[in-house]
């Protein structure tokens, strides 16, 4: 799979009309692009955009082309239609080019326009400059996780066009996305930029583009913890914090996190999410499986989320000096890029071992087998950790223990004898033990044979329960 990603920044002159009109493309004038000659290798190609000869040599499954919202002079009435506005004017730009120029990847291209900041010649738009990359990292991550299931993907990043902080966040978003997709599948990416144009110089000219980076992505996922008692994707003003709140209790409920929607708590949420992301981040198969997060329930929330978002976005007449004002009046926070990185990691683990119904937590050892096999499989390291874990259990399979048995009753008498005298003299052992053995310390879980398999499971109860959070909570850095 070749996917071909490109920032682009303002083609046209907004004061020479429109891409829409027709003969808009007739004079150089209505342009900011001019039209130069571009290198790649050993082709090349005259046209106003690097794309259509990116996109000839790579050949990509899908094009994805980023834009800022701010293109627009046109005051709409709601953000939708003016949203609208700005795919069509690109789409516009973009058919001015496929009539004079080959490009036979136009059917897979897309137009994703993300929120901007600043103000323009006939508008102003209000808000946090950072909304723009969550909002790409939210996207990217929906638009990624669509695709069929690969054995490579290939991520192409073509940055010539892009401007302002366009180039930086969408490398920084397209990478980390990326690192996490390496856990099940192997990752590449290119990154790509043209050398610039200048007024001085001749049209005749030939830009070369240039591969600035070229790297196996290695299966590096990183998360932050939540450290706050209340879960707040969104920040909006203290009028409008009670429909988030409200969308925070249907989710919570939806997720099954408690039996009744007067239990549900913000940090019991955060809590689990915060576990979750730490058993995934440091390779912890039963924890994985022990605290995952309901898939579709959670993936519904950040639909909300974005469309309450979106739904905070207000038009108004201005001044003399600008148009129109647009303002935004959510914002989101890193505990929203928080949310977005844990779908993502519960999208790859679903795919590997299905939810258990009714939220059963007995897990067996072909099934952290496989998880290892299929998750854990591209870091070595990791690999290599819980491969000695899991053979140590395998051992006990010839057992017969008809009954939940502790693990730690389960050992030798020596190394059970030291384990206790370790833990008895400081309970800090049981956090640095439980992630050195990815999860399989002795006195966490407790096992029982079947017919066919060992079973696995995490001891019940607060006190064990407690130590367990807590030590994921060690493995995880902090986010406010």
Known sequence: MKILVATWGLPWKNNKGNPLDPGWESSNDTMGWQKVTY????????????????????KPDQTLVIVLDTVTEIFRDTYTVLLKDVENLFQGFLKT?????????????????????????????????????????????IYLSSMPCEEIIELHLDLTHGVNFMPTLTYRALRDLGSLLAMTTKVSLSVYNSEPFTRERSPESVLEIHEVESVQ????????????????????????????????????????????????????????????????????????????????????????LTNLYRDGITLSRANDEVEFILE????????????????????????????????????????????????????????????????????????????????????????KSNREKMREKDLRNFNRNFLAHVGFESTAIELKTDENDLLIRYIKGEPVQNRIREALEKGITVTR
Request: aromatic share 12%.
């Open 217 to 304: 992505l290695f299966p590096s996922p990183h998360f932050n913890m939540i450290e706050a008692t209340n879960l707040r994707p969104l920040k909006a003003p203290s009028d409008l914090s009670r429909r988030h709140s409200n969308l925070l209790e249907t989710w919570a409920t939806e997720a099954r996190f408690s039996r009744s929607l007067s239990q549900v708590r913000s940090k019991q949420v955060i809590d689990w999410i915060n576990c979750f992301c730490s058993a995934t981040m440091n390779g912890i198969p039963l924890a994985m499986l022990h605290f995952r997060i309901d898939t579709h329930g959670l993936k519904s929330y950040l639909e909300k």
């Open 39 to 58: 290198k790649w290798k050993d082709k090349r190609m005259t046209c106003r955009t690097d794309l259509p000869l990116l996109a000839s040599s790579i």
């Open 328 to 415: 935004r009046q959510y914002s989101f926070t890193r505990q929203f890029l928080a949310l977005v990185k844990t779908w993502i990691a519960t999208v790859l683990l679903e795919k590997i071992i299905p939810p258990r119904i009714h939220g059963d937590q007995t897990y067996s050892l072909k099934d952290l087998f496989k998880l290892k096999n299929g998750l854990l499989k591209r870091d070595k390291k990791v690999e290599a950790t819980v491969n000695l874990e899991l053979n140590k259990l395998r051992f006990l399979k010839s057992k017969r223990l008809p009954h939940w048995i502790p693990y730690k009753d389960l050992m030798g008498h020596e190394e």
């Open 97 to 141: 080019i496929e009539e004079k120029t080959p490009f036979p990847f136009m059917n897979n291209l897309q137009i994703l326009a993300s929120p901007g900041t600043g103000t323009y010649n006939k508008a102003h738009f209000k808000g946090e400059l950072l909304d723009f990359f969550y909002h790409l990292y939210y996207c990217l991550a």
